[in-house]
């Protein structure tokens, strides 16, 4: 019971606070793109099963690769892209964090 209550938390709570506290001025704007970010999750529908509760996602859809996480890293070093780049790394530490629950 705790594991989907951390995930979810995780994506949604956590992003608000994330947002308030390190962006007060702009958090409406930091908070959309930390929710925006979850629609890599995008990439499940290619999956069979789509969705599957003991599967990490981590690694395993092409939108939660090593690859992207590289892109999404290389994202941080740019002004424009930096914001949703932590948006995406904040949705895969989320993931693999209800990985290391599974």
């Known amino acids: ?4 209550i951390l995930h979810y938390g ?4 956590v992003p608000l606070l994330i947002a308030l506290l ?3 001025k702009q958090w409406k704007k930091i908070y ?6 979850m629609l890599i999750d995008l990439d499940h ?3 069979n099963p789509i969705f599957d509760p003991n599967r990490c996602s981590v690694g395993f859809h ?3 690769s090593y690859y992207a996480i590289s892109i999404y890293s290389f994202m941080l ?3 424009k892209t930096r914001i949703a780049g932590l948006a995406l790394l904040w949705h895969i530490f989320t993931d693999l964090l209800d990985c290391w629950m599974m």
């Open 1 to 4: 019971m705790i594991r989907p």
């Open 10 to 13: 995780f994506h949604f709570i």
């Open 22 to 24: 390190f962006f007060p």
């Open 32 to 37: 959309l793109f930390f929710i925006s970010a």
């Open 45 to 47: 529908i290619f999956a």
């Open 62 to 64: 092409i939108l939660h």
């Open 77 to 79: 070093f740019f002004t």
